[in-house]
């Protein structure tokens, strides 16, 4: 049994039947029913619909749906409704709408229009999921809820007068007085000293580079600012239905928020994933971002929306070519989440998302689509025994959300090429070709129980950080920086981590674009630097150029310290694997272990352990053939499993 009351796996997808005359819907559930679907997402942009005007509610055709659902033995992740304020709102409180950095107030339209700080939002959502909670609270269908969508999909933030109102207080909470802030801030530069907190202002568009102190702030205040919002929803839902689990679906790796706080006060964790058919590669970063859903709680998540083929909201939307959906489906299960849903169930015939694929397509019954969620269906339910099951890790990679806030701040670094994600990638790419298990973790975490902690980068870095680690530790460029309030530590780089690393770091040396230094160590590309070594040993050094013969990798004791940003930085150290033909990716959930084949041609694999594969129930032993776009999901036989 999963996070909420239906049994086995999760499977369904966003359900808009507001979209289609009734007749549609007795169709919709009956083929929901022939396809095994038992979730669907429902009401997330209802709002209009639900109150058409102030105060006045329609729910009979939300009534309908939901007991259509329930009749047909479909649970509702239900959502709160109100991802988008409606029209009446919107021109009663035209201050509702957001503004963007250069003073520009948006217009409704689209969806998300709202201001994250806007009292007058908060209170009309609030009191709309009152109402929802209170009519649906004993609805036998009601599984989960699904609170607002995607936060910081279109609204990361607002630069309002009420916006600035608020930022104020929060600022006002952190620092206690205007001193504390000018000094947090550095104002003593450029001339921004501030005699009073009503002169502080969010950054809004301005002659030249913005204090990056400031812009730190403003990045935590906006994730806290919506992570509030998220909060006063929450809190009506818990009082009112306090056993019925709460998400809100995530956005996979997204900057604007920091999922470590709002995972926090999540009951499940859900995740949005996209990944695009059109990039071979795409299935790594995207099992990077499952890695870091099932981490966030250390336990199952959902996949509460991907896509059955193409999407419609990139330049060229590609499809997914057969095969695909159901391996990438089968690949979010590998990383942990207990179901796979999706956008949408029944394609859109109007609106922005008419051309986005669906688990039921315009042509309907005699579709590929149609025939692939069939056959997904029935996959999952296959491998309904899996629910519930958790990873095991051994090594951790470190995301830090202040970390990348402070690297990717504009206008002010040695070079703005070190990108989080890229860094991230560098090291889980090759782990994730050996079949390696992954955690992301904190910095201020436990890591004791991790053989091998990699911080790919940690430029914000306090004293405290990594002081747990008792494996292997490995920290990547540019770390130890600056402190929390983006200010750099005494003596320089690596700051709090010098004495752990052994080394100092004497000038950065960021590459020119397209650049590559050598190394013995590999290729680096983007960023190198100039080390001074204290009492740590070289493990490799830079070959030629300006940095020739100085250390690129060291070590001291157990701690690595890589200053630059190598193709495969894995290669320094010694982290057993399988021995997987390229494509192939295999992964584990207790003993069930998952491969699955992402190329286009069959790959032969060696299993480490003899079993039963689920999806065929085929028993299998040693040397195996995985066709393309196929996958193998094998119980084995052994109830230790063994971990690569
Ligand atoms: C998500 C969103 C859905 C739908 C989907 C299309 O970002 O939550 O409502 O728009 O994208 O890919």
């Known amino acids: 049994m999963g996070a909420t009351r239906v049994p086995g796996l999760l499977f369904g997808g966003d359900y808009n039947p507001e979209q289609w005359p009734e007749e549609v819907w007795a169709e919709d559930v009956r083929l929901m029913a022939e396809a095994g679907v038992n979730m669907a997402t429902v009401a997330v942009f209802s709002w209009s619909r639900l109150e058409p005007r102030p105060g006045v509610y329609d729910w009979g055709w939300l009534d309908r749906v939901l007991d259509l659902l329930h009749e047909h033995g479909i649970a509702a ?204 590669e795409s299935h790594v970063a995207v099992a990077l971002s499952y890695d870091l859903m099932r981490s966030l709680k250390r ?62 397509p315009h042509g309907g019954t005699a579709t590929r689509g149609w025939q692939d969620t069939l056959r997904l269906g029935r996959d999952l339910r296959d491998l309904a025994e899996i629910a519930g099951t958790t990873t095991k890790a051994d ?97 320089g780089a690596p700051g709090p981590l010098a004495d752990l690393l052994g080394i100092a770091v004497d000038e950065f040396w960021p590459l020119p674009d397209g650049a590559t230094q050598e190394t013995t160590a590999g290729t680096a590309r983007t960023w190198a630097e100039w080390i001074r070594v204290q009492d740590a040993e070289v493990v490799a050094t830079y070959q030629g150029g300006e940095l020739d013969g100085l250390p690129a990798v060291t070590r001291k004791g157990n701690a690595y310290y890589v200053s630059c940003l190598l193709d495969d930085p894995t290669a320094i150290l010694s982290i057993e694997g399988l021995d997987l033909p390229d494509g192939v990716e295999a992964t584990r959930r207790e003993n069930y272990l998952f491969l699955l084949n992402h190329a286009t041609t069959p790959k032969k694999v060696i299993l480490p352990a003899p079993g039963r594969d689920l999806l065929t129930q085929q028993d299998l032993e040693g040397e195996i053939e995985i066709a393309p776009r196929d996958a193998i999901v094998l119980k084995e036989s052994s109830d230790t499993p063994v971990y690569p």
């Open 77 to 280: 992740d239900l959502a709160t409704a109100t991802a988008t304020p409606p029209p009446w709102l919107v021109r009663e409180h035209p201050e509702v709408m957001p503004v963007d950095a250069a003073g520009t107030r948006l217009e409704f339209g689209s969806r998300q229009g709202y201001c994250p700080s806007s009292p007058v939002f908060k209170e009309h959502a609030v009191r709309l999921a009152r109402a929802v909670a209170e009519r649906y609270k004993d609805h036998p269908a009601l599984a989960m809820w699904h609170i607002s969508n995607e936060y910081a999909d279109h609204t990361l933030e607002c630069f309002c007068p009420e916006s600035a109102r608020h930022f104020r207080t929060w600022l006002g909470k952190r620092y206690g007085s205007i001193e504390a802030l000018n000094q947090a801030w550095g104002t003593s530069c450029w001339g921004q000293h501030y005699t009073s907190l009503d002169q502080v202002e969010p950054p809004r568009k301005a002659p030249g580079p913005v204090n990056p102190s400031q812009l730190v702030d403003w990045r935590r205040f906006c994730s806290d600012a919506l992570l509030e919002l998220f909060g006063a929803e929450k809190s009506v839902l818990r009082e009112i239905t306090p056993d019925i689990p709460v998400t809100t679906n995530f956005m996979s790796i997204l900057h604007g928020l920091d999922y470590w706080k709002w995972a926090a006060e999540e009951d499940l964790v859900s995740d949005d994933a996209y990944p695009d058919p059109a990039d071979p």
């Open 299 to 360: 336990k199952p998540w959902l996949l509460l929306e991907s896509a059955p083929s193409a999407v419609s909201w990139r330049e060229v939307n590609v499809p997914k070519p057969p095969g695909m959906m159901r391996l990438h489906s089968l690949q979010a299960l590998a990383h942990g989440s207990d179901g796979v849903m999706f956008f949408q169930w029944r394609q859109a015939a109007y609106g922005p998302e008419k051309f986005h694929s669906a688990m039921l």
């Open 395 to 491: 090594v951790a990679l470190i995301l830090d959300w202040d970390s990348w806030w402070g690297l990717e701040a504009p206008e002010s670094m040695p070079s703005n090429r070190l990108r989080l994600k890229e860094l991230l990638l560098s090291w889980y790419a090759p782990l994730h070709a050996r079949g390696v298990n992954v955690d992301l973790a904190r910095p201020d975490e436990d890591l004791s129980g991790y053989r091998v902690v990699i911080a790919p980068n940690l430029y914000m870095c306090t004293a405290e950080s990594l002081r747990t680690v008792t494996g292997q530790l490995v920290v990547g460029p540019f770390s130890g920086v600056v402190d929390p309030n983006d200010h750099v530590h005494p003596g």
